[in-house]
């Protein structure tokens, strides 16, 4: 079976802890992505969290606060499941029916972000080629 190298998305977009929730968002819309990496510096990429847009309708909007107010590390998670670039997809796989998430993190020796692997690029590079079609064509960047 293929590795999480041969299908994972290189090099994020990531923000810090400090930056605000709104800048978090426009990355989201800018890049087409519902999960922005939070590392502790932009030199280390060293990974410290994630932020989903559901973190932020959830722990933001839905409390009512004010969006101008908040900073990341307010709404992000920083329970981490990772994988290496080296393991199998079936790991990503296993690791993200397990937890019941959809994106992984891809980190290297030192724990710094190097790439992202969604539940959809790993259906795409190992499912028959309708059902890629067919997962390619619902993962479409709008």
Do not use: Y
Not at 14 to 25: F, K, L, R
């Amino acid at each position: 079976m293929a590795n999480v190298e041969s299908a994972m998305t290189r090099d994020p977009v990531c923000c810090t802890a400090d930056e605000s929730v709104i800048e978090c968002a426009r990355l989201m819309d800018e890049e087409d992505v519902g999960m922005i990496p939070v590392v502790e510096s932009a030199d280390t990429r060293r990974l410290i969290g994630v932020v989903t847009d559901r973190d932020i309708c959830l722990t933001v909007v839905a409390q009512g606060r004010n969006p101008r107010e908040c900073v990341v590390e307010e709404c992000m998670t920083d329970e981490l499941f990772t994988v290496r670039p080296d393991d199998d997809l079936e790991r990503a796989l296993d690791l993200m029916r397990s937890e019941q998430i959809r994106r992984l993190p891809v980190v290297d020796e030192n724990g710094a972000i190097i790439g992202v692997i969604a539940q959809a690029d790993i259906a795409s590079a190992i499912a028959a080629p309708e059902v890629k079609r067919a997962i390619e064509e619902i993962s479409k960047p709008t």
